[in-house]
């Protein structure tokens, strides 16, 4: 049984040890409350402002400390940038920000994992579909990694764990 | 060729034929987005990207859907995008947009294909009433023989990839349109069930993942009591069952919209009798009017035909006149641009004549 935030009734998902002068004091706290408290007054009236433009999307699009600049090679477009807009560049961007994309399309959603068609005429992005589940989960763990975020990287390791293994008897079965 | 003649005749149009459950549903509409892995997303085409886009795709279509017409919107006359938007064939978007874009769509208006809107491909397709299995069937197919020409942006982790991530999955939104005037109607102080029916459907539609808004998006009561509800969710569940929730719901809006009916019927009878009738004369008779009043006289003329309070019109006239007295189609057919005054007179003459008053 997880702890509920401190602030609020809400489950805590983020979890703080603070050590100070040899005194260790815990704090759990939701996504929110743990935002509010953190974020600058700056930020705050920036994220106001940015509503303005569709709020179904931006407003969904919360800043991520795990943003590291990246500008899309294919597309030029950065994180910040689609935070104002609320659309994507290019096909690529998904790839690109898979940490911000999957914790966005989870938000948008309530889930992540796509159950439906796939296209006959899949090219560059779909070329080898099970490869691209596999690539895309990897770079959304790298990302959780590089941002501390071990809940989520924890997740995304079993899955990946998951999708490596049903793909075993396909190429152990040598035809 | 005319400006006239790019235009289907309104006749073959599919709104104005028969439907199931028509009492209450006016119409299904489903609709996939798609875009190509090769090329920028709209929000970030370089120079030139939006024509090369547009050319391939209107040669994807012409072997994929040979039976389709394609016509490039920025070709197009204000007042012939106007009608296209009323015949749902495009969006107010299309509409507005100044790049390189086309629509490709059938006689009958059952199928459109938007090209280069907000992703490069929009597939849809329509049908009078509730059809939500055969037109499952009828944009699967489309798609298919799409994707065997062009390459489409997917990832099988996340689906379909589009520009705007509440599309992002299967890229499939369905939108029925219902008419549910018993389940608006404000009931006078003092009688029973005080708040409006439409309040609970939009309360429970919001547990299931679905929308409901009124045909301009207006939350509250709809202009004509016209709603439309849509699914929300395009990740995390298969399409298929995405459809079926829908049917569930909507399933019981119609029940919940007949038995409304009923109780007003059995409450109200003269108060509704007079909405109707009062309707019938001022569209037999009045000499300008809005959009928005001859919507609401309509509307209430519609239940009147289905609660056989009225049999001096029929539906698919009532559905015509929806049709052709929006401004688009009423300057169409006028051959020019018309003035608001000129276009309320004009309304008011095509609903007296089609009324079969003088």
């Known amino acids: 049984m997880r702890p509920n935030c401190d602030r609020c009734d809400n489950q805590a998902t983020v979890h703080l040890t603070e ?10 706290l939701c996504e929110n409350c743990a935002r509010s408290l953190h974020m600058p007054q700056a930020a705050k009236e920036l994220q ?14 919360k800043p991520s400390r795990s943003d590291t600049g990246a500008t899309c090679p294919e597309c030029g477009l950065t994180w910040s940038e689609f935070r104002q807009r609320g659309r994507f560049g290019c096909a690529h961007d998904y790839e690109l920000f898979a940490h911000e994309v999957e914790r966005l399309l989870k938000r948008i959603h309530g889930s992540v994992a796509y159950s439906g068609k796939s296209p006959r005429g899949a ?15 990897r770079k959304a763990l790298q990302a959780a990694i590089d941002a501390e975020n071990y809940e989520e990287a924890a997740r995304l390791r079993d899955e990946i764990a998951k999708l490596g293994a049903s793909r075993l008897p396909q190429s152990g079965d040598g035809r | 060729m005319t400006a006239r003649d790019a235009l289907p005749d309104l006749k073959a149009l599919w709104l104005l034929g028969q439907g199931r459950e028509q009492d209450v549903v ?7 987005a798609r875009n190509l892995s090769d090329f920028h997303f709209k929000s970030r085409f370089r120079t030139g990207e939006a024509q ?12 994929a859907a040979p039976d389709l017409r394609y016509l490039r919107m920025h070709e197009l006359q204000p007042t012939q995008r106007d009608v296209l938007f009323e015949r749902l064939l495009v969006s107010a978007e299309h509409v507005a947009d100044a790049s390189p874009r086309g629509v490709a769509f059938s006689e009958d208006g059952t199928t459109s294909v938007l090209v280069n809107e907000e992703d490069h491909l929009r597939l849809q397709v329509f049908a009078a009433g ?4 055969r037109l499952g069937t009828a944009i699967d197919a489309l798609d298919d023989r799409l994707a065997g020409r062009v390459s489409y942006a997917f990832l099988e982790r996340y689906g379909y990839l589009t520009s705007c991530p509440t599309n992002t999955g299967t890229g499939l939104r369905v939108s029925v349109m219902l008419h549910l005037p018993a389940l608006s109607f404000r009931r006078e102080a003092g009688t029973r069930a005080a708040e409006p029916g439409i309040v609970r459907v939009h309360k429970a539609a919001q547990r299931l993942g679905l929308t409901v808004r009124g045909t301009h998006g207006e939350s509250s009561r709809a202009e004509g009591d016209f709603y439309q509800i849509s699914n929300q969710v395009t990740l995390g ?26 109780i007003l019927m059995e409450d109200d009878r003269i108060r509704l009798e007079d909405v109707v009738w009062r309707g019938w004369a001022i569209l037999r008779h009045a000499r300008r009017i809005t959009s928005r009043e001859a919507l609401a006289h309509l509307s209430a003329l519609r239940l009147g035909v289905w609660l056989k309070l009225i049999d001096a019109v029929t539906v698919p006239t009532l559905q015509e006149l929806m049709v052709r007295m929006r401004p688009g189609h009423l300057q169409h057919e006028a051959g020019r641009e018309l003035a608001p005054a000129e276009r309320d007179a004009l309304r008011a003459t095509l609903i007296r004549e089609r009324l079969g008053a003088k």
């Not at chain 2, 006016?26 to 996939?32: A, E």
């Not at chain 2, 795709?57 to 012409?62: G, Q, S, T, V």
């Not at chain 2, 298969?238 to 929730?245: I, L, T």
């Open chain 1, 19 to 28: 050590i100070k002068g040899g005194q260790k004091t815990e704090r759990h």
């Open chain 1, 48 to 61: 106001k402002l940015l509503k303005s433009f569709d709020p179904s999307v931006t407003a969904l699009v």
């Open chain 2, 52 to 63: 090369r886009l547009e050319v391939a795709l209107r040669e994807a279509l012409a072997e």
């Open chain 1, 123 to 137: 090219g560059r992005v779909g070329a080898a579909p099970a490869v691209d589940a596999l690539t895309t989960a």
């Open chain 2, 26 to 32: 006016i119409s299904t509409r489903m609709r996939l």
């Open chain 2, 130 to 133: 509730l059809e939500l299995p």
């Open chain 2, 237 to 262: 569940r298969p399409p298929e069952q995405a459809v079926s929730d829908l049917q569930e719901v909507l399933n019981q809006v119609v029940q919940y919209e007949r038995h409304s009916r009923q």
